[in-house]
C-alpha cells in the first residue's frame, strides 16, 4: 500500500513524504500497525507484519505499485484534472487512484491477479452506485505480442464489461485500448482409406480457436480524453455484468 495513516494523529499520509520517525503509521483498513518500506530500488510503501489478515495491499507486486504511481503523477499534472488522491477511503471502495477530470469523479483501478472476478465485479458496481466512472487498467505483459496469446479469465471478463476492449498502462502515453480478436487455427488436411477401401479426407481448413486470441493494438490515448458510458447488466458468454458506469475511450473500431 502507498498509504496509511499516523497512529498519533490519524493523518493520511504518503510512503514517499514519510520518513522512518513519523512513525508509527497503521492500515486504513484494518488499523493494524504497519512498516515503512524505503529503499534506493522499491518503490516506497507501507506493508502489514505478519500475519497477514487484511486484504487491503496483499498481491500488490512492485511493478503494480510503480503503476499506480505512474499514472497518479501523469494525470494530475493534466490540465482540466482535479483532487487527485493514491488510495481514496471511500467506505466500501478505496481506488487505486481517483480524482475528477472535468466535473466527472473518475476511479482507476489496477488490477492484480490476486483480485478474483467476485471482488472486480463488486467494486464496479460500488462505483456505479456512488456515481463514480470507473476504468480498470490492466499491467502490459509480453504475452499481448506474441501473435497469439491465452487471456486470463479476468482479462476476458474486463474485455465483456468494455465493449471488446482491455485498457493496458503505457508509461508515458497513456493506455493502450486492446481488442481480443479471434485467432485463426489451420486444421492439417489428411487422407486415409477407411475399412471398405475408400478414400477419405478431414481438414484443410481454419477454425477459431477457444484458447487463443490475436491481440488488437489501438494507439495509446490518454485517459483524460475518455467520457462516461453507463451500462445496465448483462448475461452472456459466460459472464456477468453489473450495472456499471465506465470510463471508456471514445475510438471508432479499429479491429
Wanted: charged letters at 25%.
Amino acid at each position: 500500500m502507498l498509504v496509511a495513516k499516523r497512529a498519533q494523529n490519524d493523518s493520511r499520509v504518503v510512503a514517499a513524504e514519510e520518513e522512518r520517525n513519523d512513525g508509527p503509521w497503521v492500515c486504513p483498513s484494518c488499523s493494524a500497525q504497519v512498516a515503512l518500506k524505503k529503499g534506493s530500488i522499491k518503490i516506497h510503501h507501507f506493508a502489514h507484519y505478519p500475519p497477514v489478515s487484511c486484504e487491503y495491499g496483499v498481491g500488490e507486486s512492485e511493478e503494480h505499485r510503480r503503476c499506480k504511481t505512474a499514472i497518479f503523477e501523469a494525470i494530475r499534472s493534466e490540465t482540466n484534472t482535479s483532487m487527485w488522491e493514491l488510495e481514496r477511503d471511500l467506505g466500501s471502495v478505496r481506488p487505486d487512484v481517483s480524482g475528477y477530470i472535468g466535473h466527472t469523479p473518475v476511479a482507476i483501478e489496477v488490477q492484480v491477479s490476486s483480485l478474483s472476478l467476485e471482488r472486480i465485479a463488486h467494486r464496479t458496481r460500488e462505483y456505479a452506485d456512488k456515481g463514480i466512472s470507473v476504468l480498470w487498467i490492466a499491467l502490459r505483459h509480453n504475452r499481448l505480442l506474441n501473435g497469439r496469446f491465452s487471456p486470463s479469465v479476468w482479462e476476458k471478463w474486463l474485455h465483456a464489461l468494455y465493449f471488446g476492449r482491455v485498457y493496458y498502462w503505457e508509461t508515458g502515453c497513456g493506455v493502450v485500448p486492446v481488442h481480443f480478436g479471434k485467432y485463426m487455427l489451420h486444421v492439417k488436411e489428411r487422407e486415409w482409406r477407411d475399412a471398405s477401401g475408400e478414400e477419405q479426407s478431414a481438414g484443410g481448413y481454419y477454425r477459431a480457436s477457444k484458447r487463443f486470441r490475436e491481440s488488437n493494438f489501438s494507439s495509446p490515448i490518454p485517459i483524460t480524453s475518455m467520457v462516461t458510458k453507463v451500462r445496465d447488466s448483462w448475461s452472456g458468454g459466460g459472464y456477468n455484468i453489473p450495472p456499471s458506469r465506465l470510463w471508456i475511450d471514445q475510438l471508432p473500431q479499429w479491429w
